[in-house]
């Protein structure tokens, strides 16, 4: 067994001498190296974090910090000519989100979006995977989830929202709808539903006016939008913070110079007889007589402007102002004009009507064949007589390019082939051919209403023409506004025309009157009003098919103005293809012209005439 080395024994002081510690200075010199050399990084860090790099991390904390969010402008409104909304607005928000805070780091969750889509998607009758991609963007901050929501599905959301954080406090659940906001968007709604549609229009998903006087004012209506920037966190808005605020202009409200209530009645009954004809539609005008404006302009079928997603698209517009169609016998007024004015003939001139006219290599009939009737030129106009008509044109002048030419030029003075003056989405100009490329058909046709096309209120404005002593006014359809500072504004002076003299003008009306009053030879009796002078004028003639440009089945109507003796009323009805019922102008417009007519002359509160109507005589004995 070796024996273990014993241990060697240390160094110790000399007996008598102190114990020396080593010297501490290298080490105090590494300590004090190091500690420098960390504070340098610190320093250097600093420096770059506080003045090199600082207005770049000053803007992303005023990113993740701090939202911009659009204010809407109130609409204005849109209201008939005593005030009364036609469109207006009511509260309702957008519902909007932060997608960047359903992430699971704000969240506690990992499907924070599609928890929060199943939740919001029958509140917001919407699509549920749609609204999950919306939320799960985390690099956005802004998303709209569903537009012009009611208070009431903001409150339901609201509620959820407390019943989440209920669960949260004990544990059971997790808050994903902190990141739901909403924002203040007015909706559009019309009160009188389908009433006036057509003139109307509607606003669109984005809030812009998408058809009719929404459309053609929008700038005017939609105002200007404001923005506010606040600060928030974790979702919420912090009061505290600086916050900045651009106010939103409200928009302009626009008075119409439509009657409520005439609008009412005119719509009533054509969509009556559009029914009742079993016809592809019509409209009705009704226009004041010494000012232009437009009381009333209905169209069937129509559609409700504030569901108008869940229209027919051919709906949509206003076929008053958009149909060109051809007018017939009612454009048979112009006709007559030019002769008198030009002095060609007088309302008893006499005038041989035979059963049929040979002109252009064809022969030109009546409605209905007959024996050879001696009429006056009145009678003419109350049989209405296609061969009459022609051959009181043929004496315009004994050149016939001359006579097309000249009746040219009072059909355009009168307002067709040119846009009415309302500049109205959709107006169309109607067809109106230079004279010298009439065809040798359209040379006779013209003069007796085919040939040419129109629009309801051009055809109107006729009769408000010859009804206003000859003189043309503008029509109109705006009659003032109101802008954000609450001052009323008159809309301007239409402008007026002179077609044709008072002395013309009093002898067409006087005709006209013949046309409803003659009970043997007159196609109007069924416009008659019991107490007050009626004059006016049917029409019915071949129409031209939109889909095929062929003739296929007939344009009915009727024109006319009262008190004839003082006229304050035009009202123009035209029914397109009826298929039921008959179809010329006095069956199946006649009514509707009474019925409108009557029913604006109670509500502007015109006094019966108490006269017996001027009847001038129709026919002329060929033997004396």
């Not at 067994?1 to 290298?26: C, K, Y």
């Not at 490329?437 to 007796?448: D, E, G, L």
Request: hydrophobic share 35%; glycine share 10%; charged share 20%.
């Amino acid at each position: 067994m070796t024996a273990s080395r014993p241990p060697r024994p240390r160094p110790s002081a000399r007996p008598g001498e102190p114990l020396r510690l080593s010297n501490p200075r290298p080490r105090l010199r590494l300590v004090g190296l190091g500690l420098t050399l960390i504070m340098v990084v610190f320093t250097v860090r600093l420096v770059q974090v506080q003045a090199v790099d600082a207005t770049t991390y000053a803007d992303k904390a005023q990113v993740n910090r701090y939202v911009t969010v659009p204010i809407a402008a109130q609409r204005g409104d849109i209201t008939d000519r005593n005030g009364t909304a036609l469109a207006t607005t009511v509260d309702a928000y957008d519902i909007i989100a932060d997608p960047s805070l359903f992430t699971e780091e704000h969240t506690e969750t990992d499907d924070a979006p599609a928890q929060a889509a199943a939740l919001l998607a029958p509140i917001l009758d919407q699509d549920e995977e749609r609204l999950a991609g919306l939320l799960d963007n985390p690099d956005s901050q802004y998303a709209v989830l569903a537009r012009q929501q009611t208070p009431q599905a903001w409150t339901q959301i609201q509620d959820l929202r407390r019943t989440l954080a209920e669960r949260v406090t004990d544990g059971t659940g997790h808050q994903v709808l902190t990141g739901v906001f909403r924002e203040k968007n007015p909706k559009r709604v019309y009160p009188g539903g389908e009433l006036a549609a057509g003139v109307l229009g509607f606003v669109n998903n984005e809030g812009v006016g998408g058809g009719g006087i929404e459309a053609q004012l929008n700038p005017d209506l939609a105002g200007e939008d404001g923005t506010m920037r606040y600060a928030q966190s974790g979702g919420r808005r912090v009061p505290t913070a600086g916050s900045s605020e651009q106010p939103a202009v409200p928009g302009t409200d626009i008075e119409l110079t439509i009657d409520r209530d005439m609008q009412w009645a005119a719509q009533s009954a054509i969509s009556a007889q559009v029914d009742a004809s079993a016809a592809d539609g019509g409209y009705v005008v009704v226009q004041d007589v010494r000012t232009g404006e437009v009381l009333a302009m209905a169209s069937a079928p129509g559609y409700d402007p504030g569901a108008y997603g869940r229209a027919e698209p051919g709906t949509l517009g206003n076929p008053a102002l958009s149909d060109a169609f051809e007018p017939g016998s009612t454009s048979k007024i112009i006709s007559m004009a030019a002769v008198l004015e030009e002095g060609a003939a007088a309302p008893d001139t006499h005038v041989t009507v035979p059963n049929r006219l040979p002109r252009a290599d064809r022969a030109f009939a009546d409605d209905h064949d007959h024996e050879t009737y001696h009429l006056t030129l009145a009678g003419v106009l109350a049989k209405s007589s296609n061969i009459g008509t022609i051959l009181a044109t043929e004496t315009l002048s004994d050149s016939q390019p001359e006579a097309n030419r000249i009746l040219h030029s009072y059909l355009s003075d009168f307002g067709f082939g040119r846009p009415t003056g309302l500049a109205f989405p959709g107006e169309t100009s109607g067809i109106l051919a230079p004279p010298d490329t009439w065809n040798a058909s359209q040379q006779y046709t013209v003069p007796f209403g085919q040939g040419l096309s129109v629009n309801a209120l051009q055809a109107a404005s006729v009769y408000s023409t010859v009804a206003g002593g000859g003189e043309r006014i503008a029509p109109t359809l705006v009659r003032g506004t109101t802008g954000p500072d609450g001052q009323y504004q008159e809309a301007a002076e239409p402008e007026r025309e002179r077609v044709i003299s008072e002395r013309t003008s009093r002898l067409l009306t006087a005709m006209l009157e013949t046309v409803v009053s003659d009970e043997e030879w007159g196609t109007g009796g069924a416009a008659r009003i019991p107490g007050y002078r009626v004059a006016g004028k049917t029409g019915t003639s071949n129409r031209v098919d939109p889909e095929t440009g062929r003739y296929n089945g007939y344009t009915a109507s009727f024109a006319g103005f009262a008190p004839a003796d003082d006229p304050r009323v035009t009202v123009y009805c035209a029914v397109q293809n009826p298929t039921k019922g008959g179809y010329y102008g006095s069956q199946v417009c006649g009514p509707v012209f009474r019925q409108v007519m009557e029913f604006s002359l109670k509500a502007l509160q015109v006094p019966p005439t108490g006269q017996d109507p001027v009847t001038l005589p129709s026919t002329f004995d060929p033997d004396q």
